[in-house]
């Protein structure tokens, strides 16, 4: 599921298709490094503040990794936007979709509600519901 998502941050690919959802939960306990945060940062074109939201946590790593949960939602971030770059072409769409109030979501911007796994599955069930040639 997050094997494109950690590919993405540290640029190997892993192929363990049996056994993803395991591989999945060992990078989700390891915890991302500072790089990986800054990488992830570039790759969503997120300023920190706004990762941070999202994050639900302060930056402020230096030699320490973040938390199982934050790595988690990082990784899940980053699957959001690479679906979603997919369906509307470029990323700077998909940012700007994210950041663009939406009637599906009670006339708010998607990106508000990326700080809760809820509010990430309706992201993700809507771009879905898109890429399916259905209106969200």
């Known amino acids: 599921m997050f094997n494109e998502a950690h590919s993405a941050l540290v640029g190997t690919c892993i192929n363990a298709p049996h056994r993803e959802s395991y591989r999945d939960i060992e990078l989700i306990r390891q915890g991302l490094t500072a790089d990986m945060l800054a990488n992830a940062m570039t ?15 302060k930056l402020r790593l230096h030699d320490k990794l973040l938390p199982a949960i934050a790595t988690e939602r990082v990784l899940m971030l980053i699957s959001t936007i690479q679906a979603g770059t997919e369906y509307f072409g470029t990323q700077d769409k998909m940012l700007l979709w994210l950041k663009t109030p939406n009637q599906t979501f009670a006339n708010q911007q998607p990106i508000t509600l990326l700080d809760t796994t809820i509010g990430m599955d309706m992201i993700n069930a809507t771009i879905t519901k898109l890429s399916h040639g259905m209106t969200a």
């Open 43 to 57: 790759l969503t074109c997120l300023s920190r503040r706004e990762l941070e939201t999202v994050l639900g946590v």
